[in-house]
């Protein structure tokens, strides 16, 4: 059986995606920050200090994606990137003053998101949940 793309799982999910971008763009232009660059400052602010490693594993993303993308908060000031003291292997990343700032400035951000869908906060949780436990389940099994 061929389905259509609107009737694909897969398509709803890629299609709500750029969706969820679109409408998070009008809320970080006016801050200055891309979307992954949001993702990133938001897991700073909730643990500072993280190596790139667990940054990566936290957003899903791997370190030939998420350094460049450090390395252009670096350069506006927002983070730095040191060597940990204990195992120069790994590289630690720590807010500035000013990337401290600036995630109190997109603090507000979740909130006019979750304006923007509609939903209320215990749809969205459900809706979160739901989402997280399909892509652990996709997740491909470690050999």
């Not at 809320?27 to 200090?49: K, V, W």
């Not at 790139?52 to 990137?81: C, Y």
């Amino acid at each position: 059986m061929t389905l259509a793309p609107p009737d694909m799982l897969c398509f709803a999910l890629h299609s709500a995606a750029h969706a969820m971008h679109a409408a998070y763009a009008p809320l970080l232009d006016p801050l200055g920050l891309t979307y992954p660059q949001y993702l990133a400052l938001s897991a700073l602010a909730a643990q500072d200090g993280q190596t790139v490693g667990e940054i990566g594993a936290a957003l899903r993303l791997e370190s030939n994606t998420l350094t460049p993308l450090l390395k252009r908060m670096e350069q506006q000031g927002w983070l730095t990137r040191k060597r940990d003291e204990v195992d120069e292997r790994q590289v630690r990343i720590a807010l500035t003053d000013a990337g401290r700032a600036l995630a109190d400035r997109a603090a507000g951000v979740p909130r006019a998101f979750a304006e923007k869908t509609g939903l209320d906060l215990a749809s969205i949780t459900d809706l979160r949940e739901v989402l997280a436990d399909l892509r652990d389940r996709l997740k491909p099994a470690k050999s």
